[in-house]
């Protein structure tokens, strides 16, 4: 018996499967998408099987596979053949490919602990008659916990008395076992029910009568509309005829709130994503492998899970960026997501307040199922104004205008809560002196440093570069000045303006620690404040019935990204950051301060009139020739030397546009952030309508460059930002 194995080469123009002889001891062990260990060259590689025969030539002499990594195939029939399908649209290795679909701990030279957990448990021995048995009060007390449950952990029951437990252990009352502890704990939920109101009943139906064929539907339903509710009803549709689902989030949204709605509805729930440990993602993965749920909730890679019988996938608030996967392999979740549901006949759905051009685009062309909930669920929309800060800003000279803090007073005063969103962390943008304009830059990249007054240092947020504040500038002994606006120090502005307010910050500086998100949501929840100020984590997936006030610091931040998707970027936030306000029996209000009062996404978001903006801009998108227009195709040229960087941005520039006559050519330009990490980055866009007519010519540029060691060359098949 040989198989063919794929294996982890340095150049991804030598990939291909090598032949290997199969042991006897391992031909009834070995199957297609497991992990082996075989040798090359000098060397032992890990790689995956790829296809198993009885045919093998005599003339060659084939070496023998050393080991089976895995006890299973990691990688199912479907999933092997999705890798290819992700090789083919962003020109990544197979291999990369395949390495994206697992955790860690099933990753080659993983240093993981991938041991799995066990505790002891008891239960009652049903052979021995109670009755004829004299018990103490506390033998009692143990038997007892046993009247509406089978199994009890050992160490809930030793809790109360080691040596009764043992006793009735010894005296074979109890039976003693060891299970597999998986080590994310998901906590039950209250059993809640609920109903749907006649326009969700409508949408459900629609995508019911499809829940056993493709189609993409999307879902357009204004923020608070109970879009969660209509993806759950269809959930539990599926698995009523048998099959499983997929849910996913944006990594943002991945809220206790979120899972807290599923875990009261649903039993059999995994869920997958980055703040997760490596040992509970690799728990997770097995559970769903072992066909032990029916519900996998997570980010962008929870698309990837090993399940054999999808019957949905929806994928919830479908214009978040997050979706993308930035580094190699470069897909977007969307993309992997239709095509699984190609595979299983399965319907996808696309929910949003605020779709993205291109799939709304898509759903009025019809070529997706097109959606609707105008109303939010509870029949109040918020009250929201737009604060002109060019007025305010002559007035007070300060952050804050007179209305938003009126009306925060007002709010705390009536023992309601207060959201506050402000899309920039840190105490300041830019550390500078006046006298000579000397700026505090990151000597890796070329950006200003942000001031975390906190910890009293200056941080690069691309490198992680990070260096102490100094009082006093290096060039001319003048003091440094803090300019700009964080997170960090709205908080500290507004404990001195409201004294009795009691806010809790939540951004990525006071979420690094485990289950740091959920703390500070559960005690939002509990009271224990009435301001949550944040970054956009905090525009989506969160419900709090007693947020009465969002109020939005600056809403020009994202306006300002040099991105042709600025605008969208903006009335999505605002849309979304929006939608936290009123969700409870209590009128909601948002305040949205801008030194753009008359942009159409400013405007548009006054009147949550997605429609509107959507008419406006698809027009420039059309003018200017962008995406749902265009495809587009990014390309960086990066290198540690300047020099060489340049040359080949050029060469490769001159080579596509002798080429690609049909399409449009931008650049080379150098990229908005020039210099990361010490290397500099130039980029060239590509707009064009077939992928067909460009993907030869971005073959054979990768086939030139893979090699170079001084240059690297990233392209990047419809990318999310320029």
């Excluded at 969307?334 to 799939?359: F, W």
Aim: net charge positive.
């Amino acid at each position: 018996m040989v198989c063919e194995c794929l294996v982890e080469l340095l150049h991804v123009f030598l990939e291909k499967t090598f032949t290997y002889l199969v042991p006897k001891e391992l031909e009834d062990k070995i199957k297609v998408g497991m992990r082996v260990e075989v040798p090359f060259g000098k060397r032992n590689l890990e790689g995956f099987v790829m296809s198993i025969s009885n045919d093998r030539r005599d003339d060659i002499d084939l070496k023998n596979i050393i080991r089976l990594v895995d006890d299973y195939p990691v990688l199912n029939k479907e999933l092997l053949e999705l890798g290819k399908y992700m090789r083919g649209v962003t020109l990544a290795s197979l291999m990369s490919c395949y390495s994206a679909m697992l955790p860690k701990a099933l990753k080659a030279k993983s240093s993981v602990n991938i041991n799995k957990k066990f505790d002891k448990y008891v239960r009652l021995n049903k052979d021995v008659n109670l009755s004829l048995i004299k018990l103490n009060a506390t033998q009692s007390i143990i038997i007892s916990k046993f009247q509406d449950i089978d199994v009890i952990r050992k160490k809930d029951l030793t809790s109360i008395s080691v040596s009764s437990v043992n006793t009735l252990i010894n005296k074979g009352i109890l039976l003693e076992e060891e299970r597999e502890v998986f080590r994310y704990k998901l906590e039950k939920s209250e059993k809640k029910n609920f109903n749907l109101n006649k326009s969700q009943e409508e949408v459900f139906l629609k995508v019911k009568e499809s829940i056993n064929s493709f189609n993409v539907f999307l879902l357009h339903g204004v923020t608070g509309s109970g879009k969660t509710n209509v993806y759950m009803k269809l959930i539990e549709e599926v698995i009523k005829n048998g099959k499983v689902a997929i849910f996913l989030v944006p990594e943002i949204s991945l809220t206790p709130q979120i899972i807290n709605r599923f875990t009261s509805y649903f039993d059999r729930i995994a869920v997958l994503h980055s703040r997760l440990s490596d040992s509970e993602k690799y728990d997770e993965w097995r559970k769903i492998n072992e066909g032990k749920v029916d519900i996998v909730i997570g980010a962008r890679s929870a698309v990837f899970a090993p399940l054999n019988n999808v019957g949905i996938i929806i994928v919830d608030e479908e214009h978040s960026q997050s979706y993308k996967q930035e580094n190699t392999p470069r897909y977007n979740a969307k993309d992997i997501a239709k095509q699984r549901c190609i595979y299983h006949n399965c319907p996808l759905v696309l929910g949003s307040a605020t779709p993205t051009m291109e799939s709304y685009s898509l759903a009025l062309k019809g070529t997706y199922t097109l959606l609707e909930l105008n109303n939010r669920y509870n029949g109040k929309d918020p009250v929201i104004q737009i604060i002109d800060m060019n007025k305010e800003f002559r007035k007070t000279n300060d952050y804050f205008s007179t209305t938003l803090i009126e009306e925060i007073k007002s709010t705390i005063s009536k023992g309601e809560q207060v959201i506050l969103f402000l899309n920039k962390r840190g105490y300041s943008s830019v550390v500078t002196c006046k006298n000579c304009g000397y700026v505090e830059k990151c000597p890796n990249c070329d950006i200003s440093l942000t001031y975390h007054k906190s910890s009293n240092m200056l941080r690069c947020h691309y490198c992680g570069y990070a260096v102490r504040k100094e009082k006093y500038c290096k060039s001319c002994d003048e003091e440094l000045k803090e300019y700009g606006l964080g997170t960090e120090k709205v908080e500290e502005a507004l404990s001195e303006l409201i004294p009795e307010a009691k806010i809790i910050r939540m951004d990525v500086d006071t979420t690094t620690g485990k289950n740091a998100h959920e703390k500070i949501i559960k005690s939002f929840h509990n009271k224990e404040y009435n301001i949550l100020l944040g970054t956009q984590m905090i525009a989506k997936g969160l419900d709090f019935n007693d947020v009465t006030l969002v109020g939005v610091i600056n809403a020009d931040i994202s306006l300002n990204f040099p991105d042709f998707r600025s605008s969208e970027v903006t009335f999505d936030l605002l849309n979304q950051v929006s939608g936290r306000s009123g969700r409870g029996s209590k009128e909601g209000k948002v305040l949205i301060q801008t030194f753009n009062p008359e942009h159409y996404a400013i405007k548009y978001s006054k009147d949550n009139d997605y429609k509107s903006f959507y008419n406006e801009e698809i027009k420039i998108r059309k003018k200017l020739g962008y995406p749902p227009f265009y495809y587009l195709c990014e390309l960086k040229i990066i290198s540690k030397d300047y020099d060489k960087a340049s040359l080949f941005s050029t060469k490769i520039g001159n080579y596509l546009k002798s080429n690609l006559l049909n399409e449009i050519i931008l650049g080379p330009s150098i990229s908005n952030i020039f210099k990361m990490n010490n290397e500099y980055r130039f980029q060239i866009i590509i707009k064009y309508k077939n992928i067909n007519d460009i993907r030869g010519y971005m073959l054979k540029l990768q086939e030139r460059f893979y090699n170079d060691k001084n240059i690297r060359l990233e392209i990047d098949f419809n990318p999310i930002r320029l």
